[in-house]
C-alpha cells in the first residue's frame, strides 16, 4: 500500500528562498529585506516513501527541510495579525534542488521544479493543533545521518509575515502551500560539497508531525538528455 502525499494537487506552491539567518549566512549571501518567493509545479510533488528520480542533466542534488504551510481560507491584503487564521495546517516538506540548475541564471525554476522535487506528508497537522509555528524543531537526516537541526524561530520572516507579504499580491487560496525556507545544513553552505546521489534516502522531521523519507534513485540518461 501506498502512501499518497496529504495534498497531491495544490492550487499554487510557493516557496522562500535564504529564511533562516544561518542558512542565509552559510550561503554567502545577505539577509533579504523582503521575502524571496519563488514557485514550484504540481509535478514535483512526491509522496512520502516515493522514489525521487535524479535527473541525468544535473549533479549537485540538495536537501532542504522545511515546514509547509497550507492555506484553509481565502487571504487577499490581510494583515500579519489576521494572518494565521487563513491556515488549516502544517506539514513537513523537503525543498529538493538541483544547485547547477538553480544558478544557472537568475531564475531558479529549473534547479526547484523537477519532477518529485518537493515531497510532502506523511500527514497535515491541523493549525489548532500547533500553538506556535514559529517554535518548532526541525531536523534532516540523509542515510542516517543527521544533516540539519534548526528551529523555525530562526525565520528572518515569520509565516505571518510571509503570509500577509504574499496576499498583497496575489490571492491565497484554500489547499495553496507554502513551504517557508531552509535552515543551515544543506550541502551548498558546506566546504566539502558530497552532492545526493541514486541510493541516498533523505529524512525530514518538523516538530512532531512525524517523519517524511524518500530514497534518491536514477532516471534514465536517454530520457532526460534530450532536455539539455
Not at 9 to 18: A, N, S, T, Y
Not at 53 to 78: F, M, S, T
Not at 168 to 193: A, C, R
Amino acid at each position: 500500500m501506498q502512501l499518497l502525499a496529504p495534498l497531491p494537487h495544490p492550487g499554487k506552491i510557493l516557496c522562500v528562498g535564504l529564511n533562516y539567518r544561518r542558512h542565509a549566512a552559510e550561503s554567502g549571501m545577505a539577509a533579504p529585506l523582503t521575502p524571496v518567493l519563488f514557485s514550484k509545479f504540481n509535478n514535483s510533488i512526491a509522496a512520502p516513501d516515493e522514489r525521487v528520480p535524479l535527473p541525468a542533466n544535473a549533479e549537485q542534488y540538495d536537501y532542504e527541510a522545511e515546514l509547509a504551510v497550507v492555506i484553509g481560507k481565502r487571504a487577499r491584503n490581510v494583515s500579519k495579525r489576521d494572518a494565521l487564521a487563513h491556515v488549516f495546517g502544517y506539514c513537513n516538506s523537503n525543498d529538493l534542488s538541483a544547485r547547477d540548475l538553480q544558478m544557472r541564471t537568475s531564475q531558479w525554476l529549473l534547479g526547484k521544479t523537477p519532477d518529485k522535487f518537493l515531497p510532502l506528508g506523511p500527514c497535515i497537522v491541523s493549525a489548532d493543533e500547533v500553538p506556535n509555528p514559529q517554535k518548532l524543531r526541525i531536523r534532516c537526516w540523509v542515510n542516517g545521518q543527521q544533516r540539519q537541526d534548526s528551529n523555525t524561530a530562526d525565520m528572518i520572516f515569520s509565516i505571518a509575515h510571509i503570509i500577509s507579504y504574499a496576499s498583497q499580491y496575489f490571492t491565497l487560496e484554500p489547499g495553496d502551500v507554502i513551504s517557508t525556507g531552509t535552515p543551515e545544513g544543506v550541502i551548498f553552505g558546506m566546504q566539502q560539497k558530497q552532492w545526493l546521489r541514486p541510493g541516498d534516502s533523505v529524512a525530514v522531521e518538523v516538530g512532531d508531525f512525524g517523519r517524511l523519507t524518500n530514497l534518491m534513485v536514477n532516471v534514465p540518461r536517454a530520457a532526460s538528455a534530450k532536455a539539455r
